[in-house]
């Protein structure tokens, strides 16, 4: 199956500052992108959609000033997160999907997640 | 509010014999389902799927199930084998939001260990 990696793997962060992550699909052309959060036993939640050039498009209730989204090319996607504050220490996931990949659900490919820790 | 629900965060079997990883929704309009595996420090892996038109899917040692009266579906994996230990994620779509921006929504998975 297509790769997409995720950088970077853990990142602990003092309060206030902002961090990026970022998600590659290393082997194929990513049209679209999607970022998930993961709280401790709890289920992925979808926070933003990102189609590549365009402008994201986020989930009833994640701040998009704050969550930062770029899709500027085929195969790269960031995350950054602004001001980050305890609260937002959590696992961020990304997945892609694009032409030659289906545009089924199951062709969507995950990356390995960021643990992020905010101090 | 949770709209895919895995109520059993950890299941244990011996190996050989059936696993069985049991998923519930609420929404109506979903009429896609998958299940995800994940082993720690990877992302989720697509396993098999299944569109509401069915009621099963195989693949191998991989079946799913279908009961869209009761919103319920299971994933059976017969043999259970020791490397099939990992947290399996059931999710769900509805694709008629249009486009290949298929949203899914997971539930908490479940953690399946198999032991020798």
């Known amino acids: 199956g297509a790769v997409v990696s995720q950088h970077p793997s853990w990142v602990i962060c003092k309060s206030g500052t902002s961090v990026k992550i970022e998600c590659r699909s290393l082997?194929?052309?990513?049209?679209?992108m999607f970022w998930y959060r993961q709280f401790p036993k709890q289920s992925l939640m979808l926070m933003a959609t990102?189609?590549?050039?365009?402008?994201?498009?986020?989930e009833q209730g994640v701040e998009k000033d704050k969550f930062l989204i770029n899709h500027a090319s085929l195969t790269l996607s960031t995350l950054t997160v602004t001001s980050a504050h305890p609260e937002d220490s959590s696992f961020y996931i990304c997945?892609?999907?694009?032409?030659?990949?289906?545009?089924?659900?199951?062709?969507?490919?995950f990356g390995p997640g960021t643990r992020l820790l905010v101090l | 509010d949770q709209q895919v629900k895995q109520n059993s965060p950890s299941l244990s079997v011996q190996e050989g014999r059936i696993s069985i990883l049991n998923c519930d929704y609420t929404?109506?309009?979903?009429?896609?389902f998958l299940w995800y595996k994940k082993y720690p420090a990877e992302g989720p892996t697509f396993l098999i799927s299944?569109?509401?038109?069915?009621d099963k899917n195989e693949d191998g040692r991989f079946t799913v199930f279908l009961n869209k009266s009761a919103k319920h579906l299971s994933l059976h994996i017969v043999p259970s084998q020791p490397g099939d230990s990992a947290v399996y994620f059931c999710?769900?779509?509805?694709?008629?939001?249009?486009?290949?921006?298929?949203?899914?929504?997971f539930g908490k998975g479940t953690l399946l260990t198999v032991n020798p």
């Open positions: 299944i569109s509401s038109i069915k």
């Open positions: 082997d194929f052309q990513a049209t679209t």
């Open positions: 929404n109506s309009m979903f009429d896609y």
């Open positions: 999710a769900a779509s509805d694709s008629w939001q249009g486009g290949s921006n298929y949203k899914l929504t």
């Open positions: 990102s189609n590549e050039g365009s402008k994201a498009t986020y």
């Open positions: 997945s892609a999907s694009g032409p030659g990949q289906g545009n089924s659900q199951e062709t969507q490919y």
